[in-house]
């Protein structure tokens, strides 16, 4: 009798390597994780604003003045539609996001998760209403009581926009340089990320409104190391109560306290060691289907 079916049980078991690989790398990801803030996505606490998501549970309080940030339901059209509704990485649902209108904003009081040292990664899926001044997507930086440490916003010429302090007094403020093609512009949707690497940082964006391609731009001359400060971590701010709130969509924000390569951003739909599986897998499975077709 000829064999039968050798090609979808290999077929089946390359998936199930390539679904266990694929946890592997969000797993490896997690474990450095700070903060996850959803923003209603948060199975533990459905519907909360504030609940986070990472393994600290370090919820958050709304802070500033009105109007505060609300929370939306991503829509089928406009700002926020081209979100997407899993988290490419993680298949995680995604539904919901915080709305801002330059007003108030997230905060949570300092602890000691927020010690980082020499290695960072903030990200976040965004959308500007406008683009007047630079506004500020998340912070741990406060400029009274010589407390700055970091932050992370996007220039009103669409640049992002990151800052280090080493001693909580002086710090060193520089955008990325990315092709015009890839500045962010007022009511379209990106994926943005900040990896801060001793002294380097690499930014990274992702146009999702017009489906473009995850780009990188590598700056360095910042300080080798963070300050350890005691300021508040704010989303959607930078200084508590400065004119740079946010305006528009913030969802998926993401702190990690390691350098987070390319596999392990949250806009990663598939890892490339995942793609070298998948490629190594499929040419074991033409191998295995074509022993299967001798007869016995």
């Given at each position: 009798?000829?064999?039968t079916?050798q090609f979808?049980?290999?077929?089946?078991?390359?998936?199930v390597?390539?679904?266990?690989l694929?946890?592997v790398?969000?797993?490896?990801?997690?474990?450095?994780?700070?903060?996850?803030?959803?923003?209603?996505?948060?199975?533990?606490?459905?519907?909360?604003?504030?609940?986070?998501?990472g393994?600290?549970?370090?919820?958050?309080?709304?802070?500033?003045?009105?109007?505060?940030?609300?929370?939306?339901?991503?829509?089928?059209?406009?700002?926020?539609?081209?979100?997407p509704?899993?988290?490419p990485?993680?298949?995680?649902?995604?539904t919901q996001?915080?709305?801002?209108?330059?007003?108030?904003?997230?905060?949570?009081?300092?602890?000691?998760d927020?010690?980082i040292?020499?290695?960072?990664?903030?990200e976040?899926?965004v959308?500007?209403?406008?683009?007047?001044?630079?506004?500020?997507?998340?912070?741990?930086?406060?400029?009274?009581?010589?407390n700055?440490?970091?932050?992370f916003?996007?220039?009103?010429?669409?640049?992002?926009?990151?800052?280090?302090s080493?001693?909580?007094?002086g710090?060193?403020?520089?955008?990325?340089?990315?092709?015009?093609?890839?500045?962010?512009?007022?009511?379209?949707?990106?994926?943005?990320?900040?990896?801060?690497?001793?002294?380097?940082?690499?930014?990274?964006?992702?146009?999702l409104?017009?489906?473009g391609?995850?780009?990188?731009?590598?700056?360095?001359?910042?300080?080798?190391s963070?300050y350890?400060?005691?300021s508040?971590f704010?989303?959607?701010?930078?200084?508590?109560?400065?004119a740079?709130?946010?305006?528009?969509?913030?969802?998926?924000?993401?702190?990690?306290?390691?350098?987070?390569?390319?596999?392990?951003?949250?806009?990663?739909?598939?890892?490339?060691?995942?793609?070298?599986?998948?490629?190594?897998?499929?040419?074991?499975?033409?191998?295995?289907?074509?022993?299967?077709?001798?007869?016995?």
């Amino acid at each position: 009798m000829a064999t039968t079916n050798q090609f979808g049980k290999w077929a089946l078991s390359a998936g199930v390597s390539c679904a266990l690989l694929a946890s592997v790398v969000a797993d490896s990801a997690d474990a450095s994780t700070i903060g996850y803030w959803r923003f209603g996505d948060n199975p533990n606490e459905p519907g909360s604003l504030v609940a986070d998501s990472g393994p600290n549970e370090l919820d958050l309080a709304l802070a500033g003045g009105a109007p505060l940030p609300t929370q939306v339901t991503l829509p089928a059209t406009g700002p926020g539609s081209a979100f997407p509704q899993a988290v490419p990485l993680t298949q995680d649902s995604n539904t919901q996001a915080a709305s801002f209108d330059g007003g108030g904003y997230f905060s949570l009081s300092d602890t000691s998760d927020f010690e980082i040292t020499n290695q960072m990664t903030i990200e976040a899926y965004v959308n500007r209403s406008s683009m007047v001044g630079t506004r500020f997507l998340a912070a741990h930086n406060t400029t009274s009581g010589n407390n700055r440490s970091w932050f992370f916003g996007v220039t009103n010429a669409g640049q992002l926009r990151f800052g280090s302090s080493a001693d909580g007094v002086g710090s060193t403020n520089q955008n990325s340089t990315f092709a015009s093609e890839d500045t962010l512009e007022a009511g379209k949707d990106y994926y943005v990320a900040a990896v801060y690497n001793a002294g380097t940082v690499t930014f990274w964006v992702q146009n999702l409104t017009d489906d473009g391609e995850l780009a990188s731009s590598v700056v360095t001359g910042y300080e080798a190391s963070l300050y350890d400060a005691d300021s508040t971590f704010l989303i959607g701010n930078w200084n508590n109560g400065s004119a740079t709130s946010w305006e528009g969509l913030i969802d998926e924000v993401r702190l990690s306290n390691t350098a987070l390569n390319e596999n392990q951003l949250l806009a990663v739909p598939e890892p490339a060691s995942l793609a070298l599986l998948g490629a190594g897998g499929l040419l074991v499975l033409t191998r295995r289907k074509r022993r299967g077709q001798t007869t016995a």
